[in-house]
């Protein structure tokens, strides 16, 4: 095991834990740290640290670090900023080799004693063999561990996304895909920082794909060198924020980093292997895109529409995502018109529909046999279909086609662009197959590919060196 | 009543309708166009036309239009393409003054003979006073008369959106909004086109903004004039597609119209005083922005957030559309003082969170009282809340705070960005109050203002002239 990953080890595996600071306050609103790991059912052990209780919400609770039955992997420290130095010299003292500082108000504070705490804070640890996470942090989260060190309840799910982030905030997750998996975030990172994490999950065997929140660093050199290593191995998706010379400033005072010139950011990530997103929305759909997805070997793409002004908005989208609508060869061209009435003009995008209104074929029989040309045809690397999400029970027909086309075009990748009322609820059944997604425009389904082919791409390239 | 209007109001809002061409053949799969109307609750007159039948689905069924007991408002016609014409020459020997093709394989079609069809109907109706719509068309639905001519269930609301369409594909509405509202799907324009059904929304009570998708059409130039008139009276947010080369082939296809220079349309559309939106998502955002949302009278912007990271990614997003982070006043900033940590950066977006877990004081107070601040402060004119959706019971509370912003500040517009796994519960009780937006990413929240404040622009400097 490299240093790093024994380093890190304690602070996102831990089997005991201490939480000191933990109040005698309770339930909502009261933020008790105690209250949300139990909530969880961790199995670890678990020492909440006050010295004016010996208990607390049932659990034995002891007055101070010294007099703690072990030494535990990880101390978690939510206590005013003053008071918390004196603590980790309790920590270092007994042997800890992790610690959470979950308090604000260091580098992050307004003030020049926030900054003064923190230095010292460092100066505490070092040469120790402790290492610090934060402060300003939520700490850690462990989908497989039931456990976070957040103060605040995290929707968890074992489904492989490893996230690094400089805000607590993407631990609850965005709209469509949960970050933890396993997540860290790194808050004013004194000590340690995003590349240490980085090294984390670059052997982590339970991550598949890497989430990056970043605002700044102050050294990108060494991150960029270790984030180009880690990308030949798993998807790297960064979201690299503080864009503008407003939002910028307003990094600095989030977590006291810089946030660099936005164009850099742009050449260097992308030369690292790493995918940059623009926004939430496109971290979600490119990591549910990595997880889900095999990479198209080509730019060659089939749509399947039900009306041809979908179509059209679906080529729209593949013109501004760098996917490629093929013609189809002769003998699919050959298929589709046999499907289809005489005078209709057949092509790429496929108007299926006129099949089933004017040539009377069941809608799912239609769809099959259609979709099964576009996958089979040989200038087709990727299939993308369009259905009017119109009754729940429409995703339970649309994931036995899936399942179908993943069987026999294991190589393709194949995905929905859904509209509609019953949205949710079609992809929802949909997604249960585990080999194909919805999403809520064709741009969207589209880009998603895209950032699958790039990275394809990019490593073919690496690779032919 | 203008002459357009007059001709329009029997597609749109039909008293009595023949449906010719109705099979006897019913239930799902059938696309029989009167079990469809059926289902609605249509209550205007109906009556089938099958000369195989004496009733169908239990309504009284007539062989042919001229036996009908009454001169229908609207006739819709779905028979095979070559007996269209004959019908169409008896709907005009009745006297009926609309008509819907609904049949496809026109001028959509791959031959000579779907445009040789074409022309003749055109042909048949010229001076006669009856209108064609159609054909390759859904028709027209009206959410007020529960009527659609439809052969597919289409989810309607009295929402005031008016759509015009060159797809049908529309009336089943997008993933946030229904489309119908009252919507006419043009579809080959070969008489009625997107210029009449403008002018029927522009005097429409019922229709306060009009959501329109354009993929092509001859006459570009009366189509300006005629937007630039409407919009003066309501928002007109339009959807042009069509917009690569590849896609543009597609749209000759489609619905026989030419595509145009992209470029073009973008100047042409702005000048006009249409808002351009790029993608689905933005056209729902936008078409919800001006249902609920007043208008912004400045650029400038007020954010709240729990976490300094969405601040930050928030700040980016004002960034990019045109919103202003404001500095705020010094009444603000020391209103925003007293309700945070001596060490807090206090400024804007304003970081709230610290006010409730180290200074104690309850999240929905704190919410509240720093929404005040921001909404008060003279140099706000529009606010966005970050809030992470971790309860569906958050919504409640949300919406309680935004009826009491919406009362104490009517002219700034209040929106939500919303982040977390209970996204969709959340923003359902948010938006009951009919003040407030939630939105899946800050990025489509500060976009949608800026719709608003560009179009509020605009309305000023025509009035200036």
Known sequence: MSDTRQQMKPFVEPESVAAIGVSRRTGPGAFNLLDNILSYGYEGRLYPVNP???????????????????????????????????????????GIKAIVIITQGFADADDEEGNRLQRE???????????ILGPNTFGTANAQLKFSSSYIHIPMDDNG??????TGGTFLGLNDIRLV??????????????????????????TRVIALHVEGMPDA???????RRVA?????????????GRSAQAVLSHTGALAGRDELWDVALREAGVVRVDDI????????????????????????????????????????????????????????????????????????????SIMGRPRDEMELAAMRLIMADERVNAAMGVIGAFSPELGDELALLAREMARDFPDKPLVYFLYGPHFTEV???????????????????????????????????????
């Open 281 to 356: 929305e496109e971290l979600a759909d490119t990591l549910r895109a990595f997880l889900t997805l095999s990479a198209p070997s080509g730019n060659g793409i089939g749509v399947m529409t039900p009306t041809g002004g979908f179509g059209i908005i679906a080529a729209d989208a593949c013109g501004k995502f760098d996917m490629d609508l093929v013609e189809f060869t002769d003998s699919t061209m050959a298929g589709l018109r046999a499907l289809s009435p005489e005078w209709l003009a057949v092509g790429n995008p496929v108007d299926y529909f006129p099949g089933v």
């Open 232 to 244: 030949l191995r798993k998807p790297v998706v960064a979201l690299k924020t503080g864009r503008s």
């Open 121 to 131: 804070l460092l100066e505490l640890v070092r040469g120790t063999g402790t290492c």
């Open 221 to 227: 050199k060494r991150f960029l060198e270790v984030a």
């Open 181 to 206: 998996g396993k997540a860290i975030d790194v808050g004013d990172s004194c000590d340690i920082d995003i590349v240490d994490c980085l090294e984390y999950f670059e052997h982590d065997e339970a």
């Open 52 to 94: 004016n209780a010996t208990e607390i919400l049932g659990v034995r609770t002891y007055p101070s670090v010294s007099s703690l039955p072990e030494v535990v992997d990880l101390a978690l420290i939510s206590l005013p900023r003053d008071i918390v130095a004196g603590v980790v010299k309790d920590c270092v003292a007994n």
């Open 427 to 465: 992809r929802k059944r949909l997604e249960s197959t585990g080999t194909t997604l919805g999403f809520p425009s064709p741009e969207r389904a589209v880009r998603a590919l895209m950032h699958l082919k790039r990275r394809a791409d990019y490593l073919a390239r690496q690779h032919a060196r």
């Open 161 to 166: 996304v490893g996230t690094i982030s400089q």
